[in-house]
C-alpha cells in the first residue's frame, strides 16, 4: 500500500465549469475525510465519510459541493459551476482509530485546484 | 478566535540550533497532531498524542493537558527541516467529533 492517493494532482479549469477529485484511502482505513486549504491558512474540514456513510458535512461544503464513497474505498469530491473562491488546495485524509489514543492520520498529497 | 493558536508564525534559525514550536488550544481534546507539510501540499504525520511526550530522531513533541499546550522541538536544526509544521487537535465532544481543526502553521526555515 502506497498511502492516500490524490488525482489530479493540479487542475486548472474556467469558471463555471465542473471538476471532480478522487482520493484513494489506505486499505485498511475505514474513516475518509476532505478537507480544503488556502494560502497562508491551515487546512479546514469539508466532510468525513465512516465507510460509505458520509457522516458529517461543514457548513464550508455549499451546495455546488458534493462528496461520494460509493464502496466505501475510494472517494470522489465534484465542485459544480465552480468560482474563483474555490481555487484552493483540496485534502483527502484517512485514519483507523487506534484504541483510547484517537484516529491515527495519514494524508494524501493534495488536489490543487486553479479556477481562472 | 482560532480554536488552534500557533507561535510563532515565521521562524528562521541556523543550521545546528534547537527550535521550539509552540501550540496552545482551548477546547477539550482526545488528540493533538503535529503535521509536516513541505511546498507542494503533502502533509506529513509527525506526531500523535494525548498525553506526556513522544520522541521520534531529532524530534520531541510534549503536550500538556491541564493547560491545553503542546510543543514540538527539533534539536540540532538542518536545512531539510525547513517546511511548514501545523498542529491540530481533535475534539473530545461528541461522537461525531472525528476531524481535525488545525492552526495555521509555523513556517520554519533553517539557513546553512
Known sequence: ??????????????????VTFRCDPISE?????????????????????QNEAQLEKSRLLSDRFSAERPKGSF???EIQRTEQGDSAMYLCASSFNLLGQGDGYTFG???????? | K??????????????????TINCSYSVGISALHWLQQHPGGGIVSLFMLSSGKKKHGRLIATI?????????????????DS???????????GAGSYQLTFGKGTKLSVIP
Open chain 1, 29 to 49: 482505513h475505514n474513516r475518509l475525510y476532505w478537507y480544503r486549504q488556502t494560502l497562508g491558512q491551515g487546512p479546514e474540514f469539508l466532510t468525513y465519510f
Open chain 1, 75 to 77: 472517494s470522489t469530491l
Open chain 2, 64 to 80: 500538556n493537558i491541564q493547560e491545553k499546550h503542546s510543543s514540538l522541538h527539533i534539536t540540532a536544526s538542518h536545512p531539510r
Open chain 2, 83 to 93: 517546511a511548514v509544521y501545523i498542529c491540530a487537535v481533535r475534539s473530545a465532544s
Open chain 1, 1 to 18: 500500500d502506497t498511502g492516500v492517493s490524490q488525482n489530479p494532482r493540479h487542475k486548472i479549469t474556467k469558471r463555471g465549469q465542473n
Open chain 1, 109 to 116: 498529497s493534495g488536489t490543487r485546484l486553479t479556477v481562472v
Open chain 2, 2 to 19: 482560532n480554536e488552534v493558536e500557533q507561535s510563532p508564525q515565521n521562524l528562521t534559525a541556523q543550521e545546528g540550533e534547537f527550535i
